[in-house]
């Protein structure tokens, strides 16, 4: 498989160094090392006795990490979901101990640019969709055999589809007459399926994008990392969140929102709001990418940066 853009331009990169609010000595979690742009700007903000533990579930993120580590002490990398954050913690004895955690979650450029990795309906490659391509089903293999039901549903919600019953419908009719093996397979099939144009959008953009995010489990898995990344949390550690869509945004808010609340009481429960044990404060509102940053990386366009910071 040739990486032939292995760039990934960091989002946010200087925000989310300062939403970090890096102690040099600190211990840091990236649990999404992509190509390491940001995880190399928080080593640079730590002294010798720092340290930086960065997780991805993809082999070529792997490969790129590990040649970060064999260069530099202070960096480590382990191949796991960071939905198995608390594993990761613990076996380093660090759990309540870690000063700050970033996900930047989504794809990464080469995981788009590679048509081999099957993320893309812009480069025709196998349908695979897989983060970590030695596990779990590919797209090809799960639309092979899914339910049209089911199809539907995860088109429809994971990619906000209107048209989600529709294509399930196609995807069912073409599979009887030959499998859907390839990405442009899939691309054309859903354009053809689709009655009306976004502009600015090919028709299958939404169609990609559930599947992937089903594929991957990516909602299921955000929605344990933060409450274990909280648990990871030392007091006054930071939890950076970077997301890409409005599905992982909306998580991601109300968790924070419902994590700096608190308690969940009647709100005619005699007691007062410093009571009710809120976890976490949020820091600042929501960030998003600068003129500045959105001409050098359109890429940036969606991300959303959300910080809070473990009160207990
Ligand atoms: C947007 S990229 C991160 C880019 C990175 N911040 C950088 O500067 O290069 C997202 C990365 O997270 C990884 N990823 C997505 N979901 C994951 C999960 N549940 N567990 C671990 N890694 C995940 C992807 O494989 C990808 O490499």
New binding site residues.
């Given amino acids: 498989m040739t990486d032939t853009t292995s760039e ?1 331009l ?2 946010l990169l200087d925000e989310t160094v300062a939403a970090l609010s890096v102690k040099p000595d600190g211990i840091y979690i ?10 190399r700007a928080v080593l640079a903000q730590l002294s010798d006795n720092g340290c930086l533990l960065g ?4 082999p070529a ?1 792997i490969k790129a990490a590990q040649s970060l580590a064999s260069q530099d002490s202070r960096f480590s990398i382990e191949q ?4 198995d954050l608390t594993t990761a913690v613990s076996s380093r004895l660090w759990q309540g101990q870690v000063d700050g955690i ?1 996900l ?5 450029s080469p ?1 788009l640019d590679v048509a081999e990795r099957g993320f893309s309906f812009q480069k025709d490659g196998p349908l695979d969709m897989r ?1 970590d391509p030695d596990s779990g089903i590919s797209a090809a293999e799960w639309l092979a055999t899914a339910d049209m039901d089911d199809i539907a549903t995860v088109i429809k919600t994971l990619g906000e589809e209107r048209y989600g019953k529709r294509i399930a419908r196609a995807i069912v009719e073409t599979r009887e007459q030959s499998p859907i093996l390839t990405t442009r397979q899939l691309a054309v099939l859903v354009d053809k399926a689709s009655p009306s144009r976004e502009r600015n959008k090919h028709p299958a953009t939404r169609t990609f994008q559930a599947i992937r995010i089903h594929i ?1 489990n ?1 909602l299921e ?2 929605k344990v ?1 933060l409450d274990q990344a909280l648990d990871a949390l030392a007091i006054g550690g930071r939890l950076v969140v ?1 997301s ?1 869509h409005s599905l992982e945004d909306r998580i991601v808010k109300r968790f924070f929102r419902d994590e700096a609340k608190g308690d969940d009481l009647p709100p005619d429960f005699p007691i007062r709001a410093d009571q009710l044990n809120p976890r976490v404060k949020i820091i600042g509102k929501a960030i998003k990418a600068s003129e500045q940053e959105l001409a050098v990386n359109p890429r940036a366009r969606s991300a959303v940066l959300r910080v809070v910071e473990k009160l207990a």
């Fill in positions: 990934h960091p989002v990236d649990g999404t090392f992509g190509r390491g742009g940001h995880a997780l991805d579930k993809d993120a796991c979901s960071f939905a970033l930047d979650i989504g794809v990464s995981q983060m991957n990516e898995d955000l990392a970077i890409f």
